[in-house]
């Protein structure tokens, strides 16, 4: 523990500090009428000016007028000392930057990371970046002596509220980690470092909290956790020991119903409680009654608001909040005296450009400490590390302890301001020679280029020292982090580095795939050998010109399965609820792509996009398409705000394939599981033992035309699999006209397995007898890229995601990690069908192909429809319920668009005389392929 220290005493002449540019000239945009005292505001302001995104910068507190006159800031300081930690925030991260006034009124409180300027923050882990506790108090003191060890590792802290000496935390705790770090409400006195459990993280329900709030003597936290969905009730008064669940008590309910989702700040005032919803279809904020111990959300001003502070007048409420969550966003005033819902705010300040406005407190008698000047080390040159994999940083590296070949670091050294860099050299240095030894570490260095390849000696972590020196003198200094993750088990096993949640694969020839995942949009190629990728492709385009976010930037479709029509590859979200029950859009995606090429030469290229699925399959099931009882797959219950699709009985699609007719879209669900009783075929997440026990798959008809040709969406038939209780986590064709299948439970306890089966639904599927795994590791497999027959003893590769699992030993999850310092895993598998498929190359007769529609070149233009292809009549289901009457109600429309001159044809490549043909698209064309 660190003593409690003299705070940090602001100079009282002002510096030359970046974040005394955040208010605009004028600060004061629109008049406020003052009332007879105006009210002292504290906003916490982020931003140096230059950086963005989750870059570390500086934080200071500016002080307002309620008339938005600027009266002076307080600077946190960014360095640190011997008794006080760095601390910064990341320059957009709208989740982070609550501000609150402490119980008592003797400090302003808020959270940030013990990091350098520059450095990631949110998405860090702690062996890289404390959490941090920064306390203002009335004379511009700052103190930052309180640390939070490992806790909120890899994700937000979001907020902190104080009583006399004594802290309580709110974030995001890390799921792999061992109490108290995976814990959402912490507490710890002031200058500790050893937090203490408020809410256990035992569950994704619980680890997962926003902004605390302290209100009458009781602690409170908002959540969007779809259990706790509001504003909670933490146990009694001020808990300083861990509660139990059920003292973890909602008080006022998310009003879903009302397009409002995740709430952040929160206040009390008079005798209504006022919550930003940030999140939703119509983010705003909502204005809460009491009634009958509870709140109830009775008006709503619409608009994002994030920070929140209010107080009661006499002529109602006062509310000052930050409206808008990106750079140049404002504080405003909002005078709540009955018509809530009306009323208009009163801008007091804009944000400059390249700084925000995150929290809001009042601050009565709280006087400017001064601001914090930056000045960061003076080098001669600085080192420009090359981004290898998408979205990655460059300066770091995972390596996999015994392999021949692991990714090197490479880059550039700059001169700054012209500086001459003759006889520079660069030194790297370890501080862990059990990981990797300096004599392990290989430098090239050209005078300008360079390259970096450690050799590792041992699994764990160290952040190696990279230096640019001549003749004793620094140049220039940075770190690379080297991460080392154990041996593979097997000689077949593969490492592939820059993603975790790798959840659909597509084989392109020569050991190469194109993957998708959980987490990030794009897809990466990767070669047959362990490594990182080797392309990527931002198919959504560089701004999104290709596929709109629906919710906000950075959402993603939560890519989960593929399906190959000749040369079109179809890549598909999810479709549902995220886990904690927030409705999210942007999952309804289908994204159709364009291969070319082979191996290391693939090329991929956007073709067109397609949304409106969701809405499709809960008017079918609403309307009783699949001929049982209207809404009995409960889909438009599993699409509702506050469910989640973690369960059997949510909506989740995992799995997709080509149908035999070789034109429609076979989704496959991981969830719901359905029947056998087809009067309540799905049951209900709450209920445990209520699920059903088959898979399901559904039909949409001619995917290309509504996908590459703008037509509508029809759900054209639909059945179901005896699959041993287990959901469908995958499949593909296969080359000799069968379907392989992925399954595995509809829940997070695995149980995979791999079947066989003839895609005729009177078949039933073929359990593999080889089990499935090539360690005690968890982890998910949910994809089957290449399968060329399942005649025994065929080999095939399988996929294993692993975003949940400790890769490094060091209690961080796979996913929560940096992209560079992320893999997931490839093997051998081979089937063993005890000769169900032996010498059955043939399952039946192939329907001419049909090639996806073209689209008009022109800039712009329609597509051109070269005619309507009638889908397959519906097949009436069996005896035993497994399959439906396929009966359709009318088509929905989608939407989307065809990129403009996409052509899809089938693609031969003759290479010496060989024809090679794409499994999966062998079959579709009635082709036979040469081996």
Same mark, same amino acid.
């Given at each position: 523990?660190?003593?409690?220290?003299?705070?940090?005493?602001?100079?009282?002449?002002?510096?030359?500090?970046?974040?005394?540019?955040?208010? +605009?000239?004028?600060?004061?945009?629109?008049?406020?009428?003052?009332?007879?005292?105006?009210?002292?505001?504290?906003?916490?302001?982020?931003?140096?000016?230059?950086?963005?995104?989750?870059?570390?910068?500086?934080?200071?507190?500016?002080?307002?007028?309620?008339?938005?006159?600027?009266?002076?800031?307080?600077?946190?300081?960014?360095?640190?000392?011997?008794?006080?930690?760095?601390?910064?925030?990341?320059?957009?991260?709208?989740?982070?930057?609550?501000?609150?006034?402490?119980?008592?009124?003797?400090?302003?409180?808020?959270?940030?990371?013990?990091?350098?300027?520059?450095?990631?923050?949110?998405?860090?882990?702690?062996?890289?970046?404390?959490?941090?506790?920064?306390?203002?108090?009335?004379?511009?003191?700052?103190?930052?002596?309180?640390?939070?060890?490992?806790?909120?590792?890899?994700?937000?802290?979001?907020?902190?509220?104080?009583?006399?000496?004594?802290?309580?935390?709110?974030?995001?705790?890390?799921?792999?980690?061992?109490?108290?770090?995976?814990?959402?409400?912490?507490?710890?006195?002031?200058?500790?470092?050893?937090?203490?459990?408020?809410?256990?993280?035992?569950?994704?329900?619980?680890?997962?909290?926003?902004?605390?709030?302290?209100?009458?003597?009781?602690?409170?936290?908002?959540?969007?956790?779809?259990?706790?969905?509001?504003?909670?009730?933490?146990?009694?008064?001020?808990?300083?020991?861990?509660?139990?669940?059920?003292?973890?008590?909602?008080?006022?309910?998310?009003?879903?119903?009302?397009?409002?989702?995740?709430?952040?700040?929160?206040?009390?005032?008079?005798?209504?409680?006022?919550?930003?919803?940030?999140?939703?279809?119509?983010?705003?904020?909502?204005?809460?009654?009491?009634?009958?111990?509870?709140?109830?959300?009775?008006?709503?001003?619409?608009?994002?608001?994030?920070?929140?502070?209010?107080?009661?007048?006499?002529?109602?409420?006062?509310?000052?909040?930050?409206?808008?969550?990106?750079?140049?966003?404002?504080?405003?005033?909002?005078?709540?005296?009955?018509?809530?819902?009306?009323?208009?705010?009163?801008?007091?300040?804009?944000?400059?450009?390249?700084?925000?406005?995150?929290?809001?407190?009042?601050?009565?008698?709280?006087?400017?400490?001064?601001?914090?000047?930056?000045?960061?080390?003076?080098?001669?040159?600085?080192?420009?590390?090359?981004?290898?994999?998408?979205?990655?940083?460059?300066?770091?590296?995972?390596?996999?302890?015994?392999?021949?070949?692991?990714?090197?670091?490479?880059?550039?050294?700059?001169?700054?301001?012209?500086?001459?860099?003759?006889?520079?050299?660069?030194?790297?240095?370890?501080?862990?020679?059990?990981?990797?030894?300096?004599?392990?570490?290989?430098?090239?260095?050209?005078?300008?280029?360079?390259?970096?390849?450690?050799?590792? +000696?041992?699994?764990?972590?160290?952040?190696?020292?990279?230096?640019?020196?001549?003749?004793?003198?620094?140049? +220039?200094?940075?770190?690379?982090?080297?991460?080392?993750?154990?041996?593979?088990?097997?000689?077949?096993?593969?490492?592939?580095?820059?993603?975790?949640?790798?959840?659909?694969?597509?084989?392109?020839?020569?050991?190469?795939?194109?993957?998708?995942?959980?987490?990030?949009?794009?897809?990466?190629?990767?070669?047959?050998?362990?490594?990182?990728?080797?392309?990527?492709?931002?198919?959504?385009?560089?701004?999104?010109?290709?596929?709109?976010?629906?919710?906000?930037?950075?959402?993603?479709?939560?890519?989960?399965?593929?399906?190959?029509?000749?040369?079109?590859?179809?890549?598909?979200?999810?479709?549902?609820?995220?886990?904690?029950?927030?409705?999210?859009?942007?999952?309804?995606?289908?994204?159709?792509?364009?291969?070319?090429?082979?191996?290391?030469?693939?090329?991929?290229?956007?073709?067109?996009?397609?949304?409106?699925?969701?809405?499709?399959?809960?008017?079918?099931?609403?309307?009783?398409?699949?001929?049982?009882?209207?809404?009995?797959?409960?889909?438009?219950?599993?699409?509702?705000?506050?469910?989640?699709?973690?369960?059997?009985?949510?909506?989740?699609?995992?799995?997709?394939?080509?149908?035999?007719?070789?034109?429609?879209?076979?989704?496959?669900?991981?969830?719901?599981?359905?029947?056998?009783?087809?009067?309540?075929?799905?049951?209900?997440?709450?209920?445990?033992?209520? +699920?059903?026990?088959?898979?399901?798959?559904?039909?949409?008809?001619?995917?290309?035309?509504?996908?590459?040709?703008?037509?509508?969406?029809?759900?054209?038939?639909?059945?179901?699999?005896?699959?041993?209780?287990?959901?469908?986590?995958?499949?593909?064709?296969?080359?000799?006209?069968?379907?392989?299948?992925?399954?595995?439970?509809?829940?997070?306890?695995?149980?995979?397995?791999?079947?066989?089966?003839?895609?005729?639904?009177?078949?039933?599927?073929?359990?593999?007898?080889?089990?499935?795994?090539?360690?005690?590791?968890?982890?998910?497999?949910?994809?089957?890229?290449?399968?060329?027959?399942?005649?025994?003893?065929?080999?095939?590769?399988?996929?294993?995601?692993?975003?949940?699992?400790?890769?490094?030993?060091?209690?961080?999850?796979?996913?929560?990690?940096?992209?560079?310092?992320?893999?997931?895993?490839?093997?051998?598998?081979?089937?063993?069908?005890?000769?169900?498929?032996?010498?059955?190359?043939?399952?039946?007769?192939?329907?001419?192909?049909?090639?996806?529609?073209?689209?008009?070149?022109?800039?712009?233009?329609?597509?051109?429809?070269?005619?309507?292809?009638?889908?397959?009549?519906?097949?009436?289901?069996?005896?035993?319920?497994?399959?439906?009457?396929?009966?359709?109600?009318?088509?929905?429309?989608?939407?989307?668009?065809?990129?403009?001159?996409?052509?899809?044809?089938?693609?031969?490549?003759?290479?010496?005389?060989?024809?090679?043909?794409?499994?999966?698209?062998?079959?579709?064309?009635?082709?036979?392929?040469?081996?």
């Amino acid at each position: 523990m660190r003593s409690r220290p003299r705070r940090f005493a602001m100079p009282a002449v002002l510096a030359v500090a970046l974040t005394s540019a955040a208010l +605009a000239a004028p600060a004061l945009a629109v008049p406020v009428a003052p009332e007879p005292e105006l009210d002292r505001i504290a906003v916490s302001v982020v931003g140096d000016g230059t950086r963005t995104g989750n870059e570390g910068v500086p934080v200071s507190i500016h002080l307002l007028e309620s008339d938005g006159t600027f009266i002076g800031e307080t600077g946190i300081p960014y360095a640190g000392d011997e008794e006080n930690y760095r601390f910064v925030l990341g320059a957009d991260r709208d989740q982070a930057g609550a501000l609150q006034l402490s119980a008592d009124g003797t400090e302003l409180t808020i959270g940030g990371y013990d990091a350098d300027l520059g450095a990631q923050t949110n998405a860090s882990t702690t062996v890289d970046t404390l959490r941090v506790v920064g306390a203002v108090a009335p004379d511009g003191s700052v103190d930052v002596s309180t640390s939070l060890a490992g806790a909120f590792s890899g994700s937000h802290i979001r907020g902190v509220v104080a009583d006399a000496s004594r802290y309580w935390v709110g974030g995001h705790g890390n799921s792999g980690a061992p109490a108290p770090y995976d814990a959402g409400v912490l507490t710890i006195e002031a200058g500790g470092d050893d937090p203490t459990v408020v809410v256990p993280g035992s569950s994704g329900q619980l680890r997962n909290h926003r902004v605390p709030v302290i209100h009458k003597g009781q602690l409170y936290v908002s959540s969007d956790r779809s259990d706790y969905s509001g504003i909670v009730r933490v146990g009694e008064g001020l808990p300083a020991v861990p509660i139990s669940e059920a003292e973890f008590e909602v008080v006022a309910r998310t009003p879903v119903a009302d397009g409002r989702d995740v709430p952040h700040d929160f206040a009390f005032a008079g005798e209504h409680l006022y919550v930003a919803y940030t999140g939703g279809t119509d983010p705003a904020l909502v204005r809460y009654a009491q009634q009958d111990g509870g709140w109830d959300a009775d008006e709503a001003l619409e608009g994002e608001f994030w920070g929140l502070t209010a107080r009661d007048s006499e002529a109602g409420t006062v509310l000052y909040a930050t409206a808008g969550s990106h750079f140049g966003n404002s504080v405003v005033r909002i005078a709540d005296e009955g018509e809530f819902a009306e009323v208009e705010p009163e801008v007091l300040a804009v944000a400059a450009e390249n700084f925000a406005f995150r929290g809001v407190a009042l601050a009565p008698g709280f006087q400017p400490g001064g601001p914090v000047e930056v000045i960061e080390e003076d080098y001669l040159a600085e080192f420009a590390w090359d981004q290898r994999t998408a979205h990655g940083v460059g300066n770091a590296l995972s390596a996999v302890l015994g392999e021949e070949v692991n990714a090197v670091a490479t880059g550039r050294l700059l001169p700054v301001d012209g500086a001459d860099l003759t006889g520079a050299e660069i030194q790297v240095t370890s501080s862990a020679p059990e990981v990797v030894s300096e004599e392990d570490i290989d430098v090239d260095f050209d005078g300008t280029t360079f390259r970096i390849a450690p050799t590792p +000696a041992g699994t764990g972590t160290v952040d190696l020292d990279v230096l640019a020196v001549r003749e004793g003198e620094v140049l +220039a200094r940075s770190t690379l982090r080297y991460w080392v993750s154990a041996a593979l088990p097997t000689a077949d096993a593969r490492a592939h580095v820059g993603l975790a949640d790798a959840s659909t694969a597509q084989d392109v020839g020569e050991g190469y795939l194109l993957v998708a995942d959980d987490d990030t949009l794009g897809i990466r190629l990767y070669g047959p050998a362990s490594g990182e990728p080797v392309a990527h492709f931002d198919i959504h385009g560089e701004n999104h010109e290709n596929i709109p976010y629906v919710r906000q930037p950075g959402e993603t479709w939560d890519t989960e399965a593929s399906a190959r029509l000749r040369d079109t590859i179809f890549w598909i979200g999810s479709l549902g609820n995220s886990r904690s029950g927030n409705v999210r859009p942007d999952r309804d995606t289908i994204a159709a792509t364009t291969v070319s090429g082979s191996g290391a030469g693939t090329e991929l290229a956007f073709a067109g996009y397609t949304r409106g699925v969701t809405d499709a399959l809960v008017a079918w099931d609403n309307d009783g398409g699949h001929g049982l009882a209207p809404g009995a797959l409960r889909f438009e219950r599993a699409t509702q705000a506050g469910y989640s699709a973690e369960g059997p009985n949510s909506l989740n699609v995992e799995a997709a394939a080509i149908a035999p007719d070789g034109e429609s879209l076979w989704l496959g669900f991981r969830s719901p599981l359905v029947g056998p009783d087809l009067e309540a075929p799905v049951g209900d997440n709450e209920i445990p033992g209520s +699920a059903g026990e088959r898979a399901l798959i559904v039909e949409i008809g001619s995917i290309a035309d509504v996908v590459l040709g703008g037509a509508g969406i029809e759900v054209t038939d639909w059945f179901t699999l005896d699959l041993d209780g287990r959901a469908l986590r995958g499949m593909t064709e296969t080359a000799d006209g069968h379907y392989a299948l992925q399954a595995g439970s509809a829940d997070d306890t695995g149980n995979f397995a791999i079947y066989g089966w003839s895609g005729d639904r009177d078949d039933a599927p073929v359990e593999s007898a080889n089990p499935l795994g090539m360690w005690d590791r968890d982890g998910s497999y949910e994809s089957l890229p290449l399968v060329p027959s399942l005649e025994d003893g065929t080999t095939i590769r399988v996929l294993q995601d692993v975003g949940t699992v400790d890769l490094y030993g060091n209690g961080l999850e796979a996913q929560e990690l940096p992209q560079e310092l992320q893999k997931f895993y490839s093997h051998d598998y081979t089937l063993d069908f005890g000769g169900a498929f032996a010498g059955d190359d043939d399952a039946g007769p192939d329907p001419e192909p049909t090639d996806p529609p073209t689209t008009d070149p022109g800039p712009g233009g329609p597509p051109t429809d070269p005619g309507p292809v009638d889908p397959p009549s519906g097949e009436e289901g069996s005896d035993d319920g497994s399959g439906g009457p396929g009966t359709t109600p009318g088509a929905l429309p989608a939407t989307g668009a065809a990129a403009a001159g996409m052509v899809p044809l089938a693609l031969l490549a003759i290479l010496g005389g060989a024809v090679l043909v794409w499994w999966s698209g062998a079959r579709r064309a009635g082709l036979t392929a040469q081996l």
